[in-house]
């Protein structure tokens, strides 16, 4: 009788090869109805479509002829979780792919060696030398004082704030999160540009900077690390905590030793989401430190410029060169920020190691 069950379960299983062969079954036959045919159209993205559509259909039948309607079923929502994973992915592949295949016209030694500086519209020279230096500089100097500001009040939150305060910290992180990068760019430009440096200049005029173009940064940055880090942090199992208390330990080392090696990952997750936001912004970079065309190493005085401003600029640029300065730029600024998370999560990794 076992053996009997045994032999109907395993008669009642599409083969292995019945859900690839359902799909290019489907393809042709969308492939010849719409695209050959021209119902409703045509066109490949209704034929994408219809092939979908078909191969869900063709699965199901075939699924509840052999295995049954539950079987059927599962079948079917694990072929729609597979298509909505790869219709997520499908963006990020063309955005890959175009910047890949444009952006490679001016990825040569004078693009990153020279900067835009008694460059004309009929120039096919120039690069993003200073805007590369301007976007270092800016999202470094906005991480290393957004990172304590963020880790320090998710620390208070988590392990020591109670009541009221705690409330209000959590509220007003909510609302910055959801703050328009406009809106921080005209407050640093009211308060730092207008207000403070004319105290910090010589001739008591304002100007503007980079590092008041990474103020404007910070304030888009610590939302996102604030909240990112306290939920890391609350991951943590509170028995290590507990374990270090019946040691002895006082709570201000279990919090530098246990804790926050602990939450180190995904605190560094939060903070490179972070940093690529602030590496891709431009109307608060553009109204605080005003772009320029030459180069400037020091971010507190003086225009400055960064790849987002040089990606503005080139792209509503009337030169005919422009656009592939502008695509090369866009793929810097991606490799970029590809570069320092790999190597963040490297090292946080080893350290979590260690």
């Known amino acids: 009788m076992t053996a009997a069950v045994a032999n109907a379960l395993e008669a009642r299983r599409l083969p292995r090869w019945a859900p690839a062969a359902t799909a290019v079954a489907a393809a042709a036959l969308a492939y010849v109805v719409f695209a050959l045919g021209g119902v409703l159209g045509g066109g490949p993205v209704l034929t994408v479509v219809g092939a979908v559509v078909f191969f869900l259909a ?4 075939a699924s509840g002829i052999v295995e049954g309607s539950r079987a059927a079923r599962n079948r079917i929502a694990t072929a729609l979780i597979y298509s909505a994973f790869t219709l997520a992915l499908l963006p990020l592949v063309s955005v890959v792919f175009t910047l890949v295949s444009k952006g490679t016209a001016r990825l040569d030694a004078e693009f990153f060696g020279h900067s835009m500086r008694n460059i004309g519209p009929q120039d096919n020279s120039g690069g993003a030398y200073h805007a590369i230096i301007g976007t270092l500089e800016q999202v470094a100097i906005a991480t290393l004082i957004t990172v304590p500001l963020g880790t320090g009040g998710a620390i208070y939150i988590v392990e020591y704030g109670r009541g ?37 200049s010589p001739d ?51 919090i530098m030793r246990i804790v926050l090696p602990t939450a180190l990952p995904g605190i560094v997750t939060g903070v490179m989401l972070a940093v690529a936001r602030a590496a891709g912004e431009t109307a608060p970079v553009l109204l605080v430190a005003g772009g320029g065309a030459g180069i400037n190493f020091s971010p507190f005085h003086g225009l400055q410029n960064s790849l987002s401003i040089f990606i ?25 920020v590809l570069t320092l998370t790999i190597a963040a999560k490297l090292l946080s990794r080893r350290n979590k190691l260690r």
């Not at 063709?58 to 039948?61: D, E, T």
């Not at 909240?227 to 890391?232: P, T």
């Not at 640029?317 to 300065?325: Q, T």
Request: proline fraction near 5%.
């Open 164 to 200: 009221r305060l705690a409330l209000a910290i959590r509220f007003f992180v909510d609302v910055m999160t959801g703050i328009p990068s406009i809106v921080a760019g005209l407050f640093i430009l009211a308060f730092w540009v207008l207000i403070v440096s004319p105290h910090l």
């Open 204 to 254: 008591g005029l304002p100007f503007y900077s980079g590092f008041a173009a990474s103020l404007a940064l910070s304030v888009l940055m610590l939302p996102t690390i604030t909240r990112s880090s306290e939920e890391m942090l609350r991951l943590v199992p509170v028995a290590l905590r507990e374990g270090a208390y019946a040691l002895g330990i006082a709570k201000w080392k279990t």
């Open 58 to 61: 063709g699965l199901a039948l």
């Open 312 to 336: 503005y600029d080139q792209a509503g640029s009337a030169s005919k060169y422009a656009p592939a300065r502008a695509w090369t730029a866009a793929l810097t600024l991606v490799a970029l």
